[in-house]
């Protein structure tokens, strides 16, 4: 089973390129984001303390996302692969997943670092805004992402390379481009 961590920017393409690859592998998709907009929905316990960190731009607690996560690992098995979009989201996160995976004889084998210049990532999510009316993508809360994103997150592309499971990809371009630049990244990982 191949384990695959779509890493980037919010506005990367992180759940965009992740359906393309569901399409072509059948991989089991988990991202971070949906569920906690799920539970938000459902005015769950959990969802009030997502929407209060969500709707300001801020990421959800380690301890939050960690606990929702061991809970989703624990339970997966008789699948091809699996792509996590959107978690890990900081370095403790990033322990913490490497360890849950080691505890199940199991490991990170690809991490996707999709790479985007500013301006793109913005423009993306205003436009996104304007159709799908998700409360985070406003141009205040999207420069509070975009500045989380650097002093919390982006510090994880150093962490994986260190263990030698980093790719970098350009992830401008049409969505076909970007994921015909994967494509032959998970083809080699499953060899
Ligand atoms: P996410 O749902 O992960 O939101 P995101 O970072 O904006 O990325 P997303 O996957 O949705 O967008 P994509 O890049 O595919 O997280 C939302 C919030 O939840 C976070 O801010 C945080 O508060 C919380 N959260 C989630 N996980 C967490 C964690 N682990 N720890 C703590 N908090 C957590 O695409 C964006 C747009 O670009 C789309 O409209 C798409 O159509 C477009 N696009 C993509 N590729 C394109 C291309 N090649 N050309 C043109 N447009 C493109």
New binding site residues.
């Given amino acids: 089973m191949l384990n695959v961590l779509?890493f980037?920017?919010?506005?990367?393409?992180?759940?965009?390129?992740?359906e393309e690859l569901i399409r072509k592998y059948g991989f089991k998709h988990i991202?971070?984001?949906?569920?906690?907009?799920a539970e938000i929905k459902a005015q769950t316990p959990l969802g009030e303390i997502?929407a209060r960190?969500?709707n300001d731009?801020?990421?959800?607690?380690?301890d939050?996302?960690v606990e929702m996560?061991e809970q989703f690992v624990l339970t997966q098995k008789d699948t091809e692969g699996i792509i996590y979009?959107?978690?890990?989201?900081?370095v403790p996160?990033g322990e913490a997943l490497w360890s849950m995976l080691e505890r199940h004889n199991d490991k990170v084998d690809l991490v996707l670092n999709?790479q985007?210049p500013e301006e793109?990532?913005i423009?993306?999510?205003l436009?996104?805004g304007e159709?799908?009316g998700?409360a985070?993508?406003n141009m205040e809360?999207i420069r509070k992402?975009l500045e989380?994103?650097e002093t919390s997150t982006a510090a994880l592309a150093d962490f994986f390379s260190a263990k030698g499971v980093l790719h970098n990809v350009v992830?401008?371009?049409?969505?076909e481009?970007?994921t015909a630049r994967i494509i032959p990244i998970v083809d080699g990982a499953l060899e």
């Fill in positions: 779509i980037g920017a919010p506005g990367s393409g992180k759940g965009t390129q992740s991202s971070t984001g949906d569920m906690l907009r997502a960190y969500i731009g801020n990421l959800v607690p380690d939050v996302i996560m979009d959107g978690f890990p989201r900081t996160q999709l985007v793109v990532l423009e993306r999510l436009h996104r159709v799908s998700r985070d993508d809360t992402r989380v994103y992830g401008t371009g049409t969505v481009e970007i």
